[in-house]
């Protein structure tokens, strides 16, 4: 079968798609980091960078610090066509964060931060996070499960000063939008 | 004049017809193309809003987040054209759902524009004509993360082309009622156009009678109704005497006026039912309807004939005519309008050539004379023409009371027709007259004459004179007679003294003729008075002309001498004409006694069977030498 790395990757998403729909019917089952990286991922659909970052332009690249329950799913992730371009999962030192589009923190890695916050401040990347607290710290997705359901709260505030934009259609689905 | 106005009518309803069909058809078309470009408008918008509804619901579907899906589905509630829609994801599973529509839970992945086959069989009962999905793929960034389908309701469309064809209808009937309103004017004088066109199709302008062709129409009917009904019908011929004259000397307007006159006058003397028309130049015509018997249509033209005795009141001169009126009684064999009115037009030929002023039944007799008289006129023309062929100048001596000598020649013309039948010429002449013949016919005899005289000539004898008649007819033409005769005299070279022309007596009473009478004269010609004594004698007029001959004529000398009161007429005219230095001819001389009594009584010049009978040249020449030898 001779087929196109497009339409082989749109296959893949459509079958991810798929999966995680089943995923959301059924809504009691534990895939909660698999939930929490497709979150992550599907929210770089909504967020732009400015042109003259520092990030590579013909990848998204979608770093964590420390192996992880999210960053094993986000591994999984990797190579899936987003917005035309592939996604690349990448480990990187808390210092050297200037060329990812987002970066995840976990919650064991909150001394980090400290580090992470203003690099990703000068350079445009989303920090994501899980923990409670985060947000208050200088990420500005967080993601939280509420009843069952995996929902995300965004510091606009964090966002703007790092230059990025969120789209509104998906801060309309943010269970907290603090600006 | 039902059957034109039926026409007239169909032709309206047919343009009628026609317009309304146009304008019916334009409507549909008008309808259909404002169907398509509202129904396209309709789907371009829907269109527009589901690729909205989709834009705003990317992120819930993307994060599969159906509350938030059903609220960005929820704005599709306040459109009336949306009846329902429904949110799928990628997968095909359905997210949301609003609308009394019930959408599957499960979109099948299939390519392409064609309905799933699980909606296809729900709208199964519904045609695409009311209701239709419409299906929208919801892309981020060029990844499809879902479909949205909307079910669409096309009443609203309906509605609007309705309320679009009412309002159409409406305009067109405020613009038609308007256009109506306002061309009322222009109808009505087209209307009163027409109404005057169909009068001067079938009335006269001058008189205001029927024409021609409405009078052929009511011919028809009258000739039907006298064969139905119980009472016969008259068609009356009616030609006006003289009117030429007035038409000449008093100008056409007031000939125009006469016209009327007369038609009035016709009219006066009809009933309500009777139809009288103008049938074209002087003639009329007249249907009596009632006519019981022959003596009624008579008492009728007579009335007729009676009305215009008077004088007509035109300005600025009055005048006065005559009629001539030929009289058919119908029903008869033919049913034919035109041989109808040739019927009656013999019959007022007839009563025109036998006085004037009075009226002729038609009968058969009268078509046989009048198609004789056709006859008589063709076979003189033709003769004519053929230089005389057939024509023939006999001549009748007279000779001198007391020596019996030939004093001269009575020139008679004669015709042998081409079956060897000799024709009088009591019955040619008068159809010459009446022809104009007598023209050509004069002045045919009077170079005849010429030709004889030269023959006579070669053989040694010598005519000392010759008569010639001249119908009144002749006089006619002007002076031009006398030009003509003057130039075939000299084209033959005979002298002026020779000739003289016999006129009757009422040839002097007519104005007209009395300068060509002095033309005569002065010419050099003789001028006698034929059948003196029967018609009006004016001895002023004897005098006038210079007349220098009588003729006695033969009613007189027929019953001399037994009879003293022709005798006392014949002495008197004698001795009156002698009186006035007139030469005397006694016509008619049968008997000696005559022939004695006229000349004791002195009579001048002796002309009669008794003397001799007209006779060819030839039978001249040998005439001749039995008279007494000239001294």
């Not at chain 2, 030609?239 to 000449?248: A, E, H, L, T």
Request: glycine share 8%; hydrophobic share 45%.
């Amino acid at each position: 079968m001779l087929m196109s790395a497009r339409t082989v990757w749109r296959t893949g998403l459509a079958l991810l798609l798929l999966a995680l729909a089943a995923l959301a019917q059924a809504q009691r089952q534990a895939l909660e980091p698999e939930l929490k990286a497709a979150i992550l991922v599907n929210m770089l659909l909504f967020v732009d960078w400015p042109n003259q970052n520092t990030q590579p332009t013909a990848q998204i690249t979608v770093c964590y610090l420390g192996i992880g329950p999210v960053s094993t799913a986000l591994m999984q992730l990797d190579g899936k066509l987003l917005k035309g371009k592939p996604l690349r999962v990448v480990r990187v030192e808390a210092s050297k964060i200037a060329h990812c589009h987002a970066l995840y923190v976990a919650s064991f890695e909150a001394a980090s931060l400290t580090h992470v916050v203003p690099q990703a401040r000068t350079h445009g990347v989303l920090l994501v996070g899980d923990s409670a607290g985060y947000l208050q710290r200088g990420v500005m997705l967080n993601l939280d499960v509420d009843r069952g359901r995996v929902v995300f709260d965004v510091d606009l505030n964090a966002v703007r000063q790092t230059a990025l934009t969120i789209s509104s259609k998906v801060l309309r689905l943010a269970r907290q939008v603090i600006e | 004049m039902s059957s034109q106005q039926d026409r007239l009518g169909s032709s309206k309803r047919l343009s009628l017809l026609s317009t309304g069909l146009a304008l019916l058809i334009a409507f549909f078309l008008l309808m259909v193309h404002q169907y398509v470009i509202g129904r396209q408008q309709m789907l371009e918008e829907l269109r527009t809003e589901a690729s909205i509804i989709g834009a705003t619901s990317v992120a819930a579907l993307v994060f599969n987040d159906a509350e938030a899906a059903q609220e960005t589905m929820g704005a599709l509630r306040f459109t009336p054209r949306i009846t329902g829609g429904a949110l799928y994801r990628a997968g095909g599973e359905r997210l949301a759902a609003v609308g009394d529509f019930l959408f599957p839970v499960q979109l099948a992945l299939s390519g392409g524009e064609t309905l799933p086959k699980s909606l296809q069989l729900l709208d199964a009962s519904s045609v695409s004509l009311w209701d239709d999905i419409l299906r929208e793929d919801v892309v981020i960034e060029g990844d499809k993360v879902g479909t949205l389908l909307l079910r669409i309701s096309f009443l609203s469309l309906y509605w609007r082309m309705l309320e679009y064809a009412l309002g159409v209808l409406g305009i067109a009937t405020v613009a038609l009622t308007l256009a109506y309103r306002l061309t009322r004017g222009l109808r009505q004088r087209m209307v009163l156009a027409e109404e005057q066109l169909e009068l001067m199709a079938f009335y006269d302008l001058v008189t205001d009678l029927p024409n021609r062709r409405l009078f052929e129409r009511e011919l028809r009917l009258a000739v039907a109704r006298s064969t139905r009904g119980p009472m016969g019908a008259a068609l009356l011929f009616i030609d006006i005497d003289d009117f030429k004259k007035v038409n000449n000397t008093l100008g056409h307007a007031v000939g125009d006026q006469a016209l009327r006159l007369i038609g009035q006058r016709l009219s006066s003397v009809l009933r309500s039912g009777d139809v009288v028309a103008r049938l074209g130049g002087d003639e009329f015509g007249v249907i009596l309807y009632g006519i019981s018997d022959p003596e009624h249509a008579a008492r009728v033209a007579r009335l007729m004939v009676e009305t215009l005795a008077e004088p007509l009141q035109t300005t600025p001169t009055p005048s006065h005519v005559g009629l001539s009126i030929g009289v058919l009684l119908l029903p008869c064999d033919d049913s034919d309008p035109t041989v109808l009115l040739q019927r009656a037009d013999m019959a007022m030929y007839v009563a025109k050539t036998h006085g004037k002023n009075g009226f002729r039944f038609y009968s058969d007799a009268i078509d046989a004379r009048v198609r004789s008289d056709l006859d008589i006129e063709a076979s003189l023309r033709g003769a004519l023409q053929h230089d005389g062929s057939g024509l023939w100048v006999a001549y009748q001596p007279q000779l001198c009371a007391q020596t019996r000598q030939l004093v001269g020649v009575e020139a008679l013309v004669r015709w042998q027709r081409d079956d060897g039948q000799q024709m009088s010429p009591a019955e040619f002449v008068p159809v010459a007259e009446q022809t104009g013949l007598i023209n050509e016919l004069g002045d045919w005899v009077l170079s005849q004459v010429c030709r004889d005289l030269a023959i006579l000539r070669t053989h040694g004898v010598e005519v000392p004179k010759v008569s010639i008649n001249v119908s009144p007819h002749q006089l006619l033409h002007g002076c031009s007679l006398v030009e003509r005769f003057c130039k075939t005299i000299l084209s033959f070279g005979e002298p002026v003294s020779r000739f003289e022309f016999e006129l009757i007596e009422s040839a002097l009473m007519d104005e007209d003729g009395a300068v060509v009478l002095e033309a005569f004269y002065q010419a050099g010609f003789s001028l006698s008075i034929d059948d003196f004594g029967t018609g009006y004698s004016s001895f002023g007029y004897l005098k006038r002309f210079r007349v220098s001959e009588l003729k006695i004529d033969q009613s007189f000398v027929r019953d001399l001498p037994h009879d003293s009161e022709s005798g006392a007429i014949v002495k008197a005219v004698i001795q009156m004409a002698h009186a006035l230095s007139l030469k005397v001819v006694g016509e008619g001389v049968e008997t000696q006694a005559q022939a004695e009594f006229l000349r004791i009584h002195g009579c001048d010049i002796l002309q009669g069977y008794w003397l001799g009978r007209p006779i060819s040249p030839m039978e001249l020449l040998a005439y001749v030498k039995t008279l007494p030898l000239v001294e």
